[in-house]
């Protein structure tokens, strides 16, 4: 091939790879397998091999790394950076409103347009593009300069080396029909400016944090604190190639000096960034009002640990440009817009002891004992250490300065001792020889982290055995918590699971703070609970390693309580997502004596456990496996929709899978279907196909 048609060749390679990272890390939508994606990258690296002149800075070949720099050079932003004021609660945030339309000179019953945005909690960034080519990545740094970082950027999939004119983007709209989303394409795609800054935000995925943390921990380095460190830490490697294997990924959300362009609203630029092939988040809402910012605010703040990456807050802007600049700014942050910061879910404290808790299992896990601190909203006092080699691992001690962290409703945990805080006077802590509920043996099985009390009459035991059973997915019986497990037990009047449905209202009357309505309420709860599904059962049962979506597979396949009682070890094992060690731990727990009298216990209280009839055809034979976040289901919902037109859900991806359903920011999953080359289902096609 002579150079002028390997130039040409070279050029539509770079164009029709660049489009595919696109469809592939941005759009999460690819049109061609990753068998076919090598080929065209394999070709374009021979090319530029055999003609090293052909070599541009954008090329996919380039985003590898290079040599390790001996330090970054410091780079000055066209436009500042500026940091944002914040709201830390609603009086702040209706403040916020209030003050813009005070400046605007408007009536104070009227509205304001604004845009809502997911604050993203990683590294800032400023991209500039000249001509459509990246030219240069720098860090915020003060705001006014930062380091010049642009080898690092380039290993990021996401971020565009060259820029497209009109790239086809997403066009599905999610939720209300009022609410406009990203994913609105304008209607009039703009021309890229001559020259830009855009402005974004670096971040890493839960599931990529974690495979990093575990290498380290492998390979004896410090693990880093959160998601939002790793991705800071990833971004300043000197060796670019170490950043390129960190899997960063990075949302845009807005522009700073343009050159050549302009726009009339910051949704509207927000549309032009994602049609010229930059990643937007998803999840941003052009606002009428203030209150429709409140609503927006509650929604995330009970979804945010669904997203896959973490967020710290809202950002909430004035949506036209022209008020913004009517707004102006104030010392080192804009007037016209806020970041609205929901409460933080990592603290520090002082652990003062270390005590240890027995659970269902016989389980003994270390609990820190704090200073109480409010991490994401609650205010905690006890944090888990999970076992022993952890408490080794990150070498934690009574008296030790720690983080803390929260998610969700899930007990706190111990991230990282702050060693620059010892005294000295810090203790090592042991775990104990002896229960320290019962007094019985302790073992810890070879092979295994967690230590277990093996005394089956151990009170603790026994307790939470009876607390799992009456969870919501197990039994679901409302009113019986905790606490009234305790009552119960300590007085006497149950022993297991199956002695609640004995229980009489002059049994409840006599304890403490039990009035007739309450007593009333729990038996009815109790009652209601009688008629409940095989799955349920078998995971109330709290068999050891037998979770929700195993013991809904071990429904589906024995149809019956007896059926799986009896089944042997080679029949337990055959079941599909059973295998050894789970059949050999249901087997044991039926081979016991008092788990058998249990049971029986339930039939003679009138507990009966119903298989759902799967409907016999529509999803027969074909097995989905979930990830991501979906829109219209929970999880749970999705699976069981699929088991009950005689599909099979699994909880991971094989060659036997036939369909991967990808939500919003799905994993390695969905890399494994199309390494596998499996059917991968938007949430739209799934629910097509289901209804």
């Given at each position: 091939?002579?150079?002028?048609?390997?130039?040409a060749?070279?050029?539509?390679?770079?164009?029709?790879?660049?489009?595919?990272?696109?469809?592939?890390y941005?759009?999460d939508?690819p049109?061609i397998?990753d068998?076919e994606?090598?080929?065209?990258?394999q070709?374009?690296?021979?090319?530029?091999?055999?003609?090293?002149?052909?070599?541009?800075?954008?090329?996919?070949?380039?985003?590898v790394?290079?040599p390790p720099?001996?330090?970054f050079?410091?780079?000055?932003h066209h436009?500042?950076?500026l940091?944002?004021?914040?709201?830390?609660g609603?009086?702040?945030?209706?403040?916020?409103?209030?003050?813009?339309k005070?400046?605007?000179?408007?009536?104070?019953?009227?509205?304001?347009?604004?845009v809502?945005e997911?604050?993203?909690?990683?590294l800032?960034?400023s991209?500039?593009?000249?001509?459509?080519?990246?030219?240069?990545?720098a860090?915020?740094?003060d705001?006014?300069?930062?380091?010049d970082?642009?080898t690092?950027?380039?290993t990021?999939n996401?971020?565009?080396?060259?820029?497209?004119?009109?790239?086809?983007?997403?066009?599905?709209r999610?939720?209300?029909?009022?609410?406009?989303?990203?994913?609105?394409?304008?209607?009039?795609?703009?021309?890229?400016?001559?020259?830009?800054?855009?402005?974004?935000?670096?971040?890493?995925?839960?599931?990529?944090?974690?495979?990093?943390?575990?290498?380290?921990?492998?390979?004896?380095?410090?693990?880093?604190?959160?998601?939002?460190?790793?991705a800071a830490?990833?971004?300043?490697?000197l060796?670019?190639?170490?950043t390129?294997?960190?899997?960063?990924?990075?949302?845009?959300?807005g522009?700073?000096?343009?050159?050549?362009?302009?726009?009339?609203?910051?949704?509207?630029?927000l549309?032009a960034?994602?049609?010229?092939?930059?990643?937007?988040?998803?999840?941003?809402?052009l606002?009428?009002?203030?209150e429709?910012?409140?609503?927006?605010?509650?929604d995330?703040?009970?979804?945010?640990?669904?997203?896959?990456?973490?967020i710290?807050?809202?950002?909430?802007?004035?949506n036209?440009l022209e008020?913004?600049?009517?707004?102006?700014?104030?010392?080192?942050?804009?007037?016209?817009?806020?970041?609205?910061?929901?409460?933080?879910?990592?603290?520090?404290?002082?652990?003062?002891?270390?005590?240890?808790?027995v659970?269902?299992?016989?389980?003994?896990?270390?609990?820190a004992?704090?200073?109480?601190v409010?991490?994401?909203?609650?205010?905690?006092?006890?944090?888990?250490?999970?076992?022993?080699?952890?408490?080794?691992?990150?070498?934690?001690?009574?008296?030790?300065?720690?983080?803390?962290?929260?998610?969700?409703?899930?007990?706190?945990?111990?991230?990282q001792?702050?060693?620059?805080k010892?005294t000295g006077a810090?203790?090592?802590?042991?775990?104990?020889?002896?229960?320290?509920?019962c007094?019985?043996?302790?073992?810890?099985?070879?092979g295994?982290?967690?230590?277990?009390?093996?005394?089956?009459a151990?009170?603790a035991?026994?307790?939470?055995?009876i607390?799992?059973?009456?969870?919501?997915?197990?039994?679901?019986?409302?009113?019986?918590?905790?606490?009234?497990?305790?009552q119960?037990?300590d007085?006497?009047l149950?022993?297991?699971?199956?002695?609640?449905?004995y229980?009489k209202?002059?049994?409840?009357?006599?304890?403490?703070?039990?009035g007739?309505?309450l007593?009333?309420?729990?038996?009815?709860?109790?009652?209601?609970?009688?008629?409940?599904?095989l799955?349920?059962?078998?995971?109330?049962l709290?068999?050891r390693?037998v979770?929700?979506?195993?013991?809904?597979?071990?429904?589906?396949?024995?149809?019956?309580?007896?059926?799986?009682?009896?089944?042997?070890?080679e029949?337990?094992?055959?079941?599909?997502?059973?295998?050894?060690?789970?059949?050999?731990?249901?087997?044991?727990?039926?081979?016991?004596?008092?788990?058998?009298?249990?049971?029986?216990?339930?039939?003679?209280?009138?507990?009966?456990?119903?298989?759902?009839?799967?409907?016999?055809?529509?999803?027969?034979?074909?097995?989905?496996?979930?990830?991501?976040?979906?829109?219209?289901?929970?999880?749970?919902?999705?699976?069981?929709?699929?088991?009950?037109?005689?599909?099979?859900?699994?909880?991971?991806?094989s060659?036997?899978?036939?369909?991967?359903?990808a939500?919003?920011?799905?994993?390695?999953?969905?890399?494994?279907a199309?390494?596998?080359?499996?059917?991968?289902?938007t949430?739209?096609?799934?629910t097509?196909?289901?209804?």
């Amino acid at each position: 091939m002579d150079e002028r048609a390997a130039d040409a060749r070279a050029e539509e390679l770079r164009q029709q790879i660049n489009c595919h990272n696109y469809r592939y890390y941005v759009l999460d939508s690819p049109v061609i397998s990753d068998a076919e994606y090598d080929r065209l990258m394999q070709e374009l690296v021979t090319l530029e091999e055999e003609h090293p002149e052909l070599v541009t800075p954008d090329s996919p070949t380039q985003r590898v790394g290079a040599p390790p720099a001996i330090a970054f050079e410091s780079y000055t932003h066209h436009q500042p950076m500026l940091s944002l004021s914040n709201a830390f609660g609603d009086e702040e945030l209706l403040a916020f409103d209030r003050r813009i339309k005070r400046m605007l000179d408007m009536d104070a019953e009227a509205d304001i347009e604004y845009v809502a945005e997911l604050k993203i909690d990683g590294l800032a960034v400023s991209l500039t593009y000249e001509g459509g080519r990246l030219v240069r990545g720098a860090t915020r740094g003060d705001g006014y300069s930062g380091e010049d970082i642009t080898t690092n950027l380039r290993t990021i999939n996401a971020i565009p080396l060259t820029l497209f004119q009109g790239i086809e983007g997403e066009t599905r709209r999610r939720g209300d029909a009022a609410t406009e989303t990203i994913n609105h394409q304008p209607s009039a795609i703009p021309a890229i400016p001559r020259m830009m800054e855009v402005r974004g935000e670096v971040f890493m995925l839960h599931e990529e944090f974690r495979r990093i943390n575990r290498e380290r921990e492998a390979a004896g380095e410090p693990t880093f604190a959160n998601p939002r460190n790793a991705a800071a830490g990833s971004v300043r490697q000197l060796d670019s190639s170490i950043t390129a294997r960190r899997n960063l990924d990075i949302f845009v959300y807005g522009v700073g000096f343009v050159q050549g362009g302009g726009f009339s609203t910051h949704f509207e630029t927000l549309q032009a960034l994602k049609s010229w092939g930059f990643k937007v988040n998803p999840n941003v809402r052009l606002c009428r009002s203030i209150e429709e910012i409140r609503a927006f605010i509650t929604d995330w703040s009970e979804k945010r640990e669904t997203l896959g990456y973490d967020i710290d807050g809202v950002v909430v802007k004035v949506n036209s440009l022209e008020l913004q600049n009517r707004l102006g700014f104030v010392a080192r942050s804009p007037r016209w817009a806020t970041a609205y910061k929901y409460p933080a879910t990592q603290e520090t404290t002082v652990i003062r002891n270390i005590v240890v808790q027995v659970g269902r299992t016989g389980a003994l896990t270390p609990v820190a004992v704090m200073d109480p601190v409010e991490v994401g909203g609650v205010t905690v006092s006890r944090a888990t250490l999970h076992n022993e080699d952890e408490i080794r691992r990150k070498d934690v001690r009574i008296g030790d300065t720690v983080v803390i962290q929260r998610a969700g409703d899930v007990i706190p945990e111990v991230v990282q001792v702050i060693t620059d805080k010892r005294t000295g006077a810090e203790t090592p802590f042991q775990m104990p020889s002896k229960c320290p509920v019962c007094g019985g043996e302790v073992e810890r099985p070879k092979g295994e982290a967690v230590a277990r009390c093996v005394n089956l009459a151990c009170p603790a035991q026994v307790k939470e055995r009876i607390v799992h059973f009456t969870s919501r997915n197990a039994l679901n019986i409302e009113g019986v918590g905790p606490g009234q497990v305790d009552q119960f037990t300590d007085k006497g009047l149950i022993r297991d699971p199956a002695d609640l449905y004995y229980l009489k209202l002059e049994d409840l009357l006599p304890l403490e703070r039990m009035g007739e309505k309450l007593a009333s309420n729990i038996l009815g709860a109790i009652e209601k609970s009688r008629d409940t599904t095989l799955a349920r059962l078998i995971y109330g049962l709290g068999i050891r390693h037998v979770g929700e979506h195993v013991a809904q597979v071990l429904a589906d396949h024995f149809g019956s309580i007896e059926r799986l009682q009896d089944a042997s070890d080679e029949e337990l094992s055959s079941v599909p997502e059973v295998g050894p060690v789970i059949a050999g731990s249901i087997a044991k727990f039926f081979a016991q004596p008092e788990n058998c009298a249990v049971l029986e216990k339930l039939r003679r209280a009138g507990v009966t456990a119903r298989t759902e009839k799967a409907e016999a055809g529509a999803l027969a034979g074909k097995t989905f496996v979930f990830t991501g976040v979906l829109q219209s289901f929970s999880r749970e919902e999705a699976e069981e929709r699929v088991r009950l037109l005689g599909g099979r859900a699994a909880s991971s991806v094989s060659r036997s899978t036939d369909f991967v359903v990808a939500g919003e920011s799905a994993g390695s999953k969905l890399q494994k279907a199309r390494e596998l080359e499996i059917t991968v289902l938007t949430e739209k096609q799934f629910t097509e196909m289901i209804s």
